[in-house]
Every structure is written in C-alpha cells, then in structure tokens.
C-alpha cells in the first residue's frame, strides 16, 4: 500500500468566534500534513464549520441576522482566521452545502432502509446549548452538566437511530483495537460507558414546527436531522462519500482530533453510524485535553478570550505553533499563559536553536568570509558521532510523532540540539582558528552548518516560517525533503551564506501596572515591630524552588570560576551556570539532586545563558559554598513548600 494519511480537525460550530482551542487543533492538523508530507506520504487534510441547529438559530437573531447570513459571516471568519495563519487545508467542508447535504441524505436513507431508525414519541429534559436530551441519572439538580442551566421538558415524536443494537459490536471491536481510540484513557472511558450502562438509541431529528434550519430526511420532509447524524458524516461528505476515489483514497486511514468533550459523540455515535450505514470504522480518534487559562497572569493586550491572531501578532505563528505542539503532553490538559509561551519561546528557541544558529554562522563569516567551508577528506572532526546522533534524533521523534506524543518527540529533537551547542564547547572553534588548526576548524564547521540544515527541514513541518529562512541562507530550497539532509552532506562548499537576522528575538512579560503605597502608609501596615528587609508570605510564594537533578556538567572555557550544568527541573532541562568550578569538579556533580531556583529571570555569564540558580550555604563569604543536597526518594520536579 501506498503511503497515506488524512487527518481532520471537528468542524467548528459557528456560534462564536475562533479561539485558541480551536487553533490548537488546527495546528496541529497542519502540522501533521506538513509532517507526513515531508516523510513522502499523500497527506490530506480537512477542517471546515458546522452550521445546522438551534444554537445557530438563536445566535442569528441575536445578532440581527437570518441563520444563512450569520453562518456565511461567522464560516467565512474560521477560514480566515486559518489562511492568515498560514495553515494549509486541502478542503474546508460546510454542512450548508449541497455536497454535504447529499451524503447526509444517502446515509439516512441507507440507515432507514436497513430497518436502524423508526419513529416513535418521547419526552425528555432538553438543553438549547448542548442540543441534546438529557436522562435523569445525566443531570446534576435538575440541570445541565456542562452549562448549568436548567432543562426544559419536551415532549415530541422524532426519529431515533437503533444505537443500542451495536454497543456489544462497539465494545469487541475496541478491545479487538487497542488503537482505534488513543490515548488509552480515552478508550478507556468509551469502554467504561459501553460496559456499564445500556445505551439509548439516539434522537435524530427535529421537527420543522420547532426547527427548520437543517437537513431535511430524505424519508419525512416533515423534519430535519439532529446535529450529530449531520455534523459528523462531514468527514465523508468532504471526500466524496460513496463513490469518489478520494473516499476510496483517504478513509482507510483517516485520523481524527479532537477535544475531550466531544468523546462520547466520536467514540460512540459516530461508529455506530458508520457500522449500520455499511462503512468501514475510522482508523484513530485522537483525543487531547484542555488548555486551561492563567487569566490572571495573561497580559490585557490579549484580552480574557484569546484570539489566535492575537496570539500571532504578540508572540510570532512559529513560536505559537512551537508552544501548542511542545508544551502539551497529548491527551492531557496544559497550562496556557504569557509566562508559558515566553519560557519555552526564550528557553528552547531563542537560547537553544537560535543561539545555535547564530553563534554558527558567526564564526563562519569571522573565519571563513561567510562562505560554506569544505571538510578535509582526512578530518572528520567527529562527524560519524555527529551523524549517528542525527539520525538517532530523528528516528526518535518520527516514532513519537507516528504515536501521537509530539511533546516527547520534539524533546528528542532538542537534545540534539544542545548537542550541537556542546559540540560547539567542546571543539572551541576559536581556538582552533587561533592555533590555525584549518582542517579541523573546516570540518567542525561543516559539521555544524549541515546539523543544521538538517534539523531546519526536520522541523518544517513546526517552523513554517523561520525554517525556509534558514535553509535559503544556507543555499538550499525552501522545500527541502529530508533525502536532501539524509547524510548530512547537503551543502555545497564556497556558497556564501545569507542574512538572516535574529531568527527568535527574547521576549519579556509585558509589565502590570502596580498601585503603589505611600511609604509611611507602607510602614504603618507593617506595624510597630517591623523589621527592614521582611517579606511576607505571598512575595514568597512567588519562588519555585524545585528538586532538581544534574545530568552534565563542564567548564566555561575562559572562566576559572564557572562550570556550565545541564539540570531535570522536572518541568524541562535547562542549562545553569553557577560558579561552583573551585570547589567542585564537574565528575562529582553529576547525579546530585539539589534545589533550584526555577522562576529566577535568565542571566548571560559568559555568553551563556542561565536559566535559574542553584542553592548552596555557606557562613560568610570567605567559606566555601556547599550545594544543598537532597535525598533520591524526593522526586525530581518536587516544589518546596
């Protein structure tokens, strides 16, 4: 079989504007394209906006439109909002278009001829906002669970769709599965509602008397289709379903994300459907989490919704993309705010990648002119090592990525990185030009400005933006495939390298204005027995001192004083440098579990930047320092409290 892959995002309802849960899935969907494109797979990817339904209805006439209008508006706002991101669709699917509508009435009527829906009356608790019945053993005192508000009783005759026939088929068909729903938390959860409840056969209809904006049943002029059995056939009307060849193509290994909310729909309904209507399963449902908001510590330039071209314009499209793959661990919730994205902006793409960058092509404009040097056939400088951890790299992060882990993958990628930025250390080019040693100082650069070429087509699919720029500076195409950089001999040498400017500029948290008290006022409230220099309780708290374990450890060329530490915070690793070199060597460090400043503002020493502070003691400054050191059953990431 030929190498595809087809991801889908939801269709996003257009009762509201973009925000950044949606953009998160959206990236994510596009990287993934980007990504399996780039290992030579047919990738195809689709999003679009679901439209039908009493929501749509209602928001319409809030706003003073007719539902057309408002979802013309509100449609044509996602497909925007994606474009000036640069996200690269191959299809945007809306549920009021006659392609959809179609493919939504064969189902139906496919599903009715098979005998799986009839006709019956029912009365339930309804919730507008979720569109959807809700059973009293589902209600929490009387209301409804996700938007608090209390149900309406209805009663009325409605179509339903014989769910319950194929919950045994579900279940076996999971377990016969493991990865149909991943991660397995989520297939867990699915299998605990097949496993422990009968499930109900699911309403699929509205009549016209309440509700006309929808799809009419190719069966019953007289309504319209739930929202469920119309917004999710998208994922085939978009294709083709039944007959095109992009449905033959792409539905055997679709994959779907979406956020745990809507779990029980895609994990439940929607195989279901697809068994009575004679379609195969879907390959993977993808669940992720969360983002959960910081407000309080968001700027106000970014508001309390955050819009994603907000985001954009505040931070850059790479360094948010960079944020939403790397800091969520997929399936779980993360942690969204200014702080969050400025670390890992400053950590992991300023100091990390493009410090490596920079200080790279300024030595090859200070050495070379800013031209590609050739390696001397008989000075490898390395390479082999260099070539092997590359290739390591890659292979590590492709299997995470293949397993949907694309934190830990991309992770696998930057210690590659700080290899190279170690290599840097450790070879000291500078020297090398010092001692005129030209053959190893060409080779150690060379070895450099390929990493380098290589990591920036490996991480296209992240960087759209900043990656191009570094390979055309470097002589390549802009669309370089990863056989180009297999080898790490892509460049060719005397080519003079381009301008690039400064790839991730460090970014600082935007300033909170503070009223400030009058100093007697101050003095006053801190009482009578006051000392100078007291502190209270939440100026504390601000401090994250953390167990941390030291993983290497090496000198500051050029300091006698300074020995630069890679540390496990728990939360990443870092680099810190301390001034440690007199009194301990390096060997004896490694391995140490000590506490660590983790919030203290990042501070160059040396041309290196630290990135917190290790605690040590001493009684006066004449002593020497000793590290505080902790015990291995206090686990790494532990905060002091």
């Not at 508006?73 to 909002?81: G, Q």
């Not at 193509?249 to 679709?254: A, L, Q, S, T």
């Not at 195989?271 to 879907?282: Q, R, S």
Request: net charge neutral; proline share 5%; glycine share 6%.
């Amino acid at each position: 079989m030929d190498k595809r892959f087809y991801v889908t995002t939801p269709i996003y309802y257009v009762n509201a504007e973009p925000h950044i849960g949606h953009a998160y899935t959206t990236i994510l969907a596009d990287f993934l394209k980007r990504h399996y494109r780039l290992l030579g797979y047919d990738a195809y990817f689709l999003t679009g906006t679901d439209e039908h339904g009493d929501k749509i209805v209602k928001a319409a006439s809030e706003a003073g439109a007719k539902p057309r209008e408002y979802a013309d508006r509100i449609s044509a706002l996602f497909r925007d909002t994606w474009k000036r991101m640069g996200l690269e669709f191959d299809d945007f699917i809306r549920t009021t278009e006659e392609r959809h509508r179609t493919a939504v009435q064969s189902v139906l009527q496919r599903v009715y001829d098979a005998g799986d829906i009839y006709f019956a009356s029912y009365g339930g608790h309804y919730c507008f906002g979720c569109e959807r019945f809700f059973t009293e053993k589902d209600m929490v005192d009387g209301k409804c669970p996700d938007h608090n508000t209390p149900l309406e009783y209805i009663e009325e005759s409605n179509y339903f769709f014989r769910m319950s026939k194929y919950q045994a088929w579900l279940a076996e068909y999971i377990k016969a599965n493991p990865d149909f729903i991943r991660p397995e938390r989520y297939r867990n959860e699915v299998l605990a509602m097949l496993d422990g409840e009968t499930l109900e056969d699911l309403c699929i209809s509205r009549p016209k008397t309440r509700l006309k904006w929808g799809i009419t049943l190719p069966f019953d002029d007289k309504f319209v289709t739930y929202v469920w059995f119309d917004a999710l056939i998208n994922y085939i009307s978009a294709i083709g379903y039944p007959e095109d060849d992009r449905f033959k193509r792409y539905w055997p290994v679709v994959n779907h994300l979406i956020a745990k909310d809507i779990v029980k729909p895609h994990g439940i309904f929607w195989p279901t459907m697809l068994k009575a209507a004679g379609i195969e399963p879907f390959l993977h449902l993808n669940v992720h989490g969360y983002w959960n908001m910081e407000d309080a510590k968001m700027s106000k330039s970014l508001g309390n919704v955050v819009r994603p071209l907000d985001l954009i314009d505040r931070f850059g499209n790479d360094q948010i993309r960079y944020f939403f793959l790397r800091e969520m661990n997929f399936g779980a919730d993360a942690r969204f705010s200014e702080e969050a994205i400025i670390n890992r902006v400053n950590y992991d793409l300023a100091n990390d990648l493009g410090n490596l960058v920079k200080r790279t092509f300024d030595m090859v404009k200070k050495f070379f002119d800013g031209k590609i040097p050739a390696r001397d056939p008989g000075e490898t400088a390395g390479l082999d090592a260099i070539s092997a951890k590359y290739s390591e790299a890659l292979s590590a992060y492709t299997g995470q990525v293949d397993a949907f882990q694309f934190s830990t993958g991309i992770e696998r990628l930057w210690e590659f990185v700080r290899l190279l930025n170690r290599y840097i250390d450790e070879r000291k080019p500078w020297l090398l030009a010092r001692e005129k040693r030209t053959a190893e100082l060409s080779s150690v650069m060379r070895n450099l400005l390929e990493s380098i070429a290589g990591l920036a087509v490996v991480l296209s699919p992240i960087l759209n933006r900043t990656a191009p720029v570094i390979l055309s500076a470097l002589g390549l195409p802009a669309e370089s495939g990863l056989d180009a950089v297999s080898s790490l001999d892509a460049l060719t040498p005397d080519t003079a390298l381009g301008e690039m400017g400064v790839l991730y500029p460090r970014m600082e948290k935007e300033k909170q204005v503070v009223e400030q008290k009058p100093k007697a006022a101050e003095k006053n409230a801190a009482g009578p027995n006051a000392g100078e220099g007291l502190i209270d309780i939440s100026e504390f708290a601000r401090v994250d001192i953390r167990v941390a374990k030291i993983l290497e450890a090496a000198p500051v060329e050029g300091s006698e004083k300074l020995l630069e530490l890679r540390v496990d915070s728990g939360l990443d690793t870092r680099t810190i440098i301390a001034g440690l070199a007199p009194h301990y060597t390096p060997e004896s460090l490694v391995g140490k579990k000590i506490l660590l400043v983790a919030n203290l503002k990042p501070a160059v020493l040396f041309k290196r930047t630290s990135h917190g502070m290790l605690l040590a003691a001493k009684k006066d400054k004449k002593d020497r320092p000793v590290l505080i050191e902790l015990s291995d059953n206090i686990p790494v990431g532990a905060r002091l409290s």
